[in-house]
């Protein structure tokens, strides 16, 4: 069965992604003469959430899986209801698959803010049906600082939009891994 959605060819061949991850699967696209593995599929959308006291970064992959968006910053000041919008999230767009930033020392190691994350995602993991993963954040707010300013976001908007474009650097980073595994176990393939 061939469709198209835009200017993306969909095409019928279905790789299995991951032994440990039953029922998510990989889908080869086509644009134009380039073959792209497209990780979102009806059974796996991905959201990361960059964990903060004042605001929570939240950032949302494209229905392809090949791109992170950052979206408005909740209010981390309750993280009861952080839980709530994230599960409403969830439901209303298919998020299946959550990252929350785990923040480390530059040395490797755990402190307070790290609990905090690790408490948060099993809190997270209870409410939803999503699979939830901590990811390594390390120095994600100060890419995404860097981002901005490239971008010529003064210092007073980049307060407000930091959290989630950090969300989105970590979204990203996990998205172009998950592809290029994908890619590689199917080079693999005879």
């Given at each position: 069965m061939l469709?198209?959605?835009g200017r993306v060819k969909l095409t019928d061949r279905f790789l299995?992604?991951?032994?440990?991850?039953p029922g998510f699967e990989l889908r080869p696209e086509t644009i134009g003469y380039e073959s792209l593995t497209v990780l979102n599929t009806e059974r796996m959308r991905a959201?990361?959430?960059?964990?903060?006291?004042v605001r929570v970064g939240l950032a949302v992959a494209d229905e392809l899986g090949l791109m992170a968006h950052p979206r408005q910053y909740l209010d981390g000041r309750d993280p009861r209801r952080v839980v709530g919008e994230l599960t409403r999230l969830a439901e209303a767009e298919g998020i299946t698959v959550f990252l929350?930033?785990?923040?480390?020392?530059l040395n490797?190691?755990?402190?307070?803010?790290?609990?905090?994350a690790?408490?948060?995602?099993?809190?997270?993991?209870?409410r939803t049906r999503a699979r939830v993963e901590l990811i390594d954040e390390w120095l994600s707010t100060k890419e995404a600082h860097a981002r901005l300013r490239e971008n010529g976001t003064t210092s007073r908007e980049a307060r407000e939009r930091v959290d989630s474009a950090a969300a989105a650097v970590l979204l990203q980073s996990?998205?172009?891994g998950q592809r290029?595994?994908?890619?590689?176990r199917d080079s693999e393939e005879p």
């Open positions: 469709g198209w959605a299995l992604y991951g032994r440990s991850t959201a990361a959430v960059d964990l903060g006291k929350v930033g785990l923040p480390r020392h490797g190691k755990e402190g307070l803010p790290a609990q905090r690790r408490k948060f995602a099993e809190v997270l993991a209870s996990w998205l172009d290029d595994s994908a890619e590689q």
